[in-house]
C-alpha cells in the first residue's frame, strides 16, 4: 500500500508559502524571454533594470513618472536591490473558517561583476529560506553557467503554487489528506551547477544536477533536470512547446510505523502555450514514477487562459487536476479557479480568487482567496 504524505514539517512549509515565479504567461503576450526581465536566467526573483521597467511602466493601469519614484532599485552603477511581499486573505467552505497569512517577503540583492557575470542572492525573512548563485554568460548566443543554490527548471513556472504541477494546496484550503502536487516549487531548491544552452532564438536547453536540502542524507545521489523549450512565431502568434525530466529522491513517511522510504522518483512531462493579441494559453501535463509509492504512477496537469480586458487588468481562468495512482481512476483532486489580477499601480498586485472544488461534485467545498503583492 502506498505511502501518502510526506513528513509533517515539509508540509507545513510548502501550504505556507506562495512562489515567487514570474508571471510566463508574458513571454507568450509580449513575444520576449524570463530573462529580459529576470537576473535568473529561467525566469523569477529579482528584476533586471528592463524588468522594473515593465513592471513601472507597462503592466499597471496608472503609472508614475520616474521622477516620482522616491527610490530607485540601483544602490550604485553595479549593486541593486529588489523586494517581494505577498499576503493574502483566505476562505475555505469545506472548513468553514477564514485566515489571514504572511506567505513570503523576499529582499534580493545583485552585484554585477562584469557585463556577463552577476551574482544573485535572495533572503525570505517570512520564511528563512535564501538563494545565491553565480551567473556566467560567457559561452556563445549569451549561453551560460549558473553555481550556487537555486530551483531547478522544471516545466511552466506559475507563480502560483497551488497549481498540482508547482505543489498543490496541501490541505490548506480541502482536507484530501494527500499530497496533491509535483515537488517543483520554491522550496525545492538545490546547490549544484546549472548550464543553459541558447542554441539560436527559439530553442534553447538547461540542464542542472545538485544536492537537494531535503534528502541531505543521500549526498552521493544528485538531483538531475533537464528542460528544452521551442517558441516559434507564426503570424501574430507566439507558440511555447517544450518538456522537462528530473531524477531525484523523495522521502515518504508511513505515519503508522515510522518507517522512512527514500523513493528513486523520476519526473517527466510537456507543455504548450500560445499567445495572440490580448489572450493566452497554456497547459502542463506531468508523470512522476514512484512519488508516492513504490511503482506508482502518478500525473497532474494545469490549463490556464487569460486575457487582458485593460491594462492593469486581467481576467484568469485555471483547470489543474492530480491523479496519485494512474491505475486508480477514480481517485483523483481537481478544481477550476476563476480570478482577476488587478495592478493598480506601480508595483502593486490584488489577486482575487474564486476556487471550485471539482473533485467531488457532490460536497460544496469551494473557497476565496485574496492575494495582495508588493514589489520593487
Known amino acids: 500500500m502506498r505511502n501518502k504524505i510526506f513528513g509533517m514539517c515539509i508540509i507545513l512549509i510548502v501550504i505556507l508559502y506562495q512562489p515567487l515565479f514570474s508571471h510566463p504567461r508574458y513571454t507568450l503576450l509580449y513575444k520576449d524571454k524570463c530573462s529580459s526581465c529576470h537576473y535568473n536566467p529561467t525566469g523569477g526573483g529579482m528584476r533586471t533594470e528592463d524588468g522594473f521597467t515593465f513592471g513601472r511602466n507597462v503592466v499597471s493601469m496608472f503609472s508614475s513618472s520616474g521622477k516620482e519614484l522616491l527610490i530607485s532599485p540601483k544602490l550604485s552603477d553595479n549593486i541593486s536591490f529588489g523586494f517581494d511581499y505577498r499576503t493574502q486573505y483566505l476562505y475555505s467552505g ?30 525570505d525573512f517570512v520564511q528563512s529560506i535564501w538563494e545565491g548563485y553565480a551567473v556566467a554568460k560567457i559561452l556563445p548566443n549569451n549561453s551560460y553557467i549558473k ?6 527548471d522544471f516545466g511552466i513556472k506559475l507563480d502560483d503554487h497551488t497549481a498540482y504541477t508547482r505543489g498543490g494546496d496541501f490541505g490548506l484550503l480541502f482536507s484530501t489528506g494527500s499530497i496533491q502536487g509535483l515537488i517543483y516549487n520554491p522550496f525545492f531548491t538545490i546547490t549544484g551547477l546549472e548550464l543553459g544552452a541558447n542554441i539560436n532564438d527559439l530553442f534553447s536547453l538547461t540542464a542542472s544536477v545538485g544536492k537537494s536540502k531535503f534528502n541531505t542524507v543521500f549526498s552521493s545521489d544528485p538531483v538531475w533536470t533537464t528542460r528544452a523549450e521551442l517558441t516559434p512565431q507564426i503570424g501574430d502568434i507566439q507558440f511555447l512547446f517544450g518538456g522537462s525530466f528530473s531524477a531525484t529522491k523523495t522521502k515518504q513517511i508511513d505515519l503508522n510505523s515510522g518507517i522512512v522510504d527514500i523513493l528513486p522518483t ?4 510537456g507543455f504548450v502555450g500560445a ?14 514514477s514512484d512519488y508516492l509509492g513504490r511503482k506508482i504512477t502518478s500525473a497532474s496537469m494545469m490549463l490556464e487562459a487569460s486575457y487582458k480586458i485593460i491594462t492593469g487588468l486581467d481576467a484568469v481562468v485555471r483547470y489543474d487536476r492530480f491523479v ?4 486508480v481512476t477514480d481517485n483523483f483532486y481537481s478544481h477550476l479557479i476563476l ?5 493598480p499601480y506601480n508595483f502593486v498586485e490584488i489577486r482575487p480568487q474564486f476556487r471550485i472544488n471539482m473533485h467531488d461534485p457532490n460536497e460544496k467545498v469551494n473557497s476565496f482567496v485574496l492575494q495582495f503583492h508588493f514589489w520593487y
Request: avoid cysteine; charge should be negative.
Open 147 to 152: 553555481a550556487g543554490t537555486f530551483v531547478p
Open 94 to 123: 469545506e472548513k468553514k473558517r477564514s485566515d489571514f497569512q504572511d506567505m513570503t517577503g523576499s529582499l534580493y540583492l545583485n552585484a554585477a561583476l562584469s557585463e556577463k557575470f552577476d551574482v544573485v542572492t535572495r533572503y
Open 275 to 288: 499567445g495572440i493579441d490580448r489572450f493566452s494559453l497554456m497547459g502542463e501535463y506531468d508523470f512522476a
Open 339 to 343: 480570478g482577476i489580477e488587478f495592478f
Open 324 to 327: 496519485p495512482d494512474i491505475d
Open 266 to 269: 523520476n519526473l517527466f512531462g
